[in-house]
């Protein structure tokens, strides 16, 4: 059975395919209740929220007897650190340049587990990076790869380009042994980060990453951080670039992940004039889309500057007077990088008439430097 059940995965498009005991990552509780108390899961109310039932698959659902990991491989046509060299552009995580993996991945699992109660009996429950569960210990004890210096997940075959899923079953099947660590010696993949988001080996302080800052942080971007973040708009592949097992990596096969044209690197006037319809219509099946236009226009305002182009200097100005505060703060500190001069003279001026607080701190932090 459980020669069939990786024949059939491999067919339905995983790359990967292990099994884990319901017990097999016993250290996870105790580094999930660490790294909740440093505070390092930042405004994601959800992780300590839930952090009763993240630490073993069976206090998700006690009936579970194994754990079916999969892993896709998402690895990208090229080096993704090469849009960050295009300040005039905006550089899109990998794995968000095509549609959204939770839709692909979970149909993909669900017609697994269909066809593996049909063939074994049993129950099943899918499993896609939404619900309390620990995939990355959990894909580490089942043998798909071993969580890197990076936090994240690294295949021998695969590099760091993983997407993963579980499919939990009454079923007893087989467990598969642990893939032991092989990070080694090797920083590589700490020192690429801009924002020093690693206070420690394994460990990511997640309100310094630009990935949390860009898409799970609901409000400004903290001033400490925006010349660092260049022009990444929508998460950051820095780190896991920067892991030598890419040199394995092989191009992801899945069509529906592969990268679309005009998300590969798309120029940041043009986004920055997204309004809501055409912010939906682009991001359309994409985890971008989750965000909605005011985050992600932020985001862009703090690309456009750090890109050093005046020219942009004119999108800018157009979002001075959005009716969002999100928009209205960012555009301001963009405009006193790229035009300071412009931006101190109407500073004054401009703090006055602006009713957010937040905005209004902008615009005095500008008339004071």
Known sequence: MKAA????????????????????????GARLAAWLKAGFHGTMAWMAATANRRPAPRLVWPDVASVIMLGVNYGPAEDPRAATARPERGAISVYAQGDDYHDVIKGAQKRLAQWLVASAGGDVKVFVDTAPVMEKPLAAAAGLGWQGKHTNLVARDFGSWLFLGAIF?????????????????????????????????????????????????????PREFRAAIGNRIYGCDECLAACPWNK????????????????????????VRLDDAAFRALFAKSPVKRIGRVRFVRNV??????????????????????AEPLVRGA???????????????EATARAAAEPDDGVRAEWHYIART
């Open 248 to 271: 394995f990596a092989v191009e992801g096969r899945a069509l529906r992940l592969a990268a679309r044209a005009e998300l590969k690197a798309p120029p940041l006037a043009e986004l």
């Open 301 to 322: 305002l703090i690309a456009i500057g750090n890109s050093g182009e005046l020219a942009l200097a004119a999108e800018v100005r157009r979002r001075l007077d959005d």
């Open 169 to 221: 079953t009454t079923l007893k099947l087989p467990a598969d042994a642990p893939e032991r660590d092989h990070c080694g010696s090797c920083q590589a993949c700490l020192k690429a980060c801009p924002t020093a988001a690693f206070p420690r080996p394994y460990q990511l302080d997640a309100r310094r990453c630009i990935s949390y800052l860009t898409i799970e942080n609901k409000g400004p971007i």
């Open 5 to 28: 059940l990786i024949a059939r995965a491999r067919a339905e498009g995983f790359d990967l395919v292990r099994i884990a005991g319901p017990d097999a990552a016993p250290e996870a």
């Open 331 to 345: 555009a301001a500190w963009a405009l006193g990088r790229l035009d300071p001069a412009a931006a101190m003279a």
